[in-house]
């Protein structure tokens, strides 16, 4: 099993920016490719970014281009989300997962293990 940790959620305004970070526990062996989704209320939860474990690939939703960096820290088992220049719409909860497969998906049916998620709320 792998268990996911969020943290770095909170209230901030638009415009600002917040860093999410992910730790990983348990048989990180598993853990290869890692991404970022995120579900607002009433909303599927969305693909944000994911990453190889070599954090030399990644990928974004063109929502969050050239705004939030995906990276990661194999050897402290972490991963991040730095989000600058948030905006209203961003406003979710932000939930990282893991597979094991060394590709990056956008599609949260193949990931294997999630987080509880971390709730960010971007205000006008």
């Known amino acids: 099993q792998v268990q996911l940790v969020e943290s770095g959620g909170g209230l901030v305004q638009a415009g600002g920016s917040l860093r999410l970070s992910c730790a990983a526990s348990?048989?990180?062996?598993?853990?290869?490719?890692m991404g970022w989704f995120r579900q607002a209320p009433g909303k599927e939860r969305d693909f944000v970014a994911s990453?190889?474990?070599?954090?030399?690939?990644?990928y974004y939703a063109d929502s969050v281009k050239g705004r939030f960096t995906i990276s990661r820290d194999n050897a402290k088992n972490m991963m991040y989300l730095q989000m600058n220049s948030l905006k209203t719409e961003d406003t979710a909860v932000y939930y990282c997962?893991?597979?094991?497969?060394?590709?990056?998906?956008?599609?949260?049916?193949?990931?294997?293990?999630w987080g509880q998620g971390t709730q960010v709320t971007v205000a006008s």
């Open positions: 990453i190889r474990r070599s954090g030399g690939i990644t």
């Open positions: 348990g048989r990180t062996l598993s853990v290869n490719a």
């Open positions: 997962a893991s597979r094991a497969s060394a590709v990056g998906s956008s599609n949260r049916e193949n990931y294997d293990y």
